[in-house]
């Protein structure tokens, strides 16, 4: 039986488990931002930040549970006026990413808000698969923070 997938605050999860999420050496591999270690505070820091987001736009990123487990953080965050798409799963949990994202854009999909979602991928990420099947396009790369990453869009209307 499929495990059901539920999208949920970031403020209605322990933070130790975004802690040890993101505390997590694997989980940085793909992260060229993610310069400094995680303590409480910068959980907190966190946290309320993608809360600003939530009350500024009306729209964040999610705490990602399946079967009520804590697998991961994502969702669309306002880029200037772009709806920019970000998914960072716990490693153990890897392979829920298709479902997870599927179930993400097709939100999207039902949100006029939103009428393309862009992805910044570092390029360190050279198993572009999904994006294909999702049918997402290259537009090219981006300077984000001083780090380069691949930019991506998809058409949601």
């Known amino acids: 039986m499929r ?3 539920r999208f949920v ?77 970000g998914l960072v799963l716990r490693p153990d949990t890897f392979g829920l990413g298709p479902r997870i994202a599927r179930k993400a854009i097709d939100f999207a999909i039902s949100d006029r808000r939103i009428p393309y979602v862009t992805f910044l991928l570092p390029p360190s990420r050279t198993n572009l698969r999904a994006l294909d099947r999702l049918g997402a396009w290259r537009v090219g790369e981006v300077d984000y923070d001083g780090a380069t990453f691949l930019k991506f869009q998809l058409a949601t209307e």
């Open 3 to 5: 495990s059901e997938i």
């Open 9 to 85: 605050r970031l403020s209605e999860i322990d933070p130790a488990e975004i802690l040890a999420h993101m505390s997590d050496p694997r989980v940085a591999e793909h992260m060229p931002l993610l310069k400094f270690a995680w303590n409480a505070e910068t959980v907190a820091q966190f946290v309320a930040k993608k809360e600003e987001c939530w009350h500024r736009d009306g729209l964040g990123h999610w705490a990602f549970l399946s079967d009520d487990r804590y697998v991961g953080w994502g969702g669309f965050q306002k880029e200037g006026a772009e709806w920019d798409f």
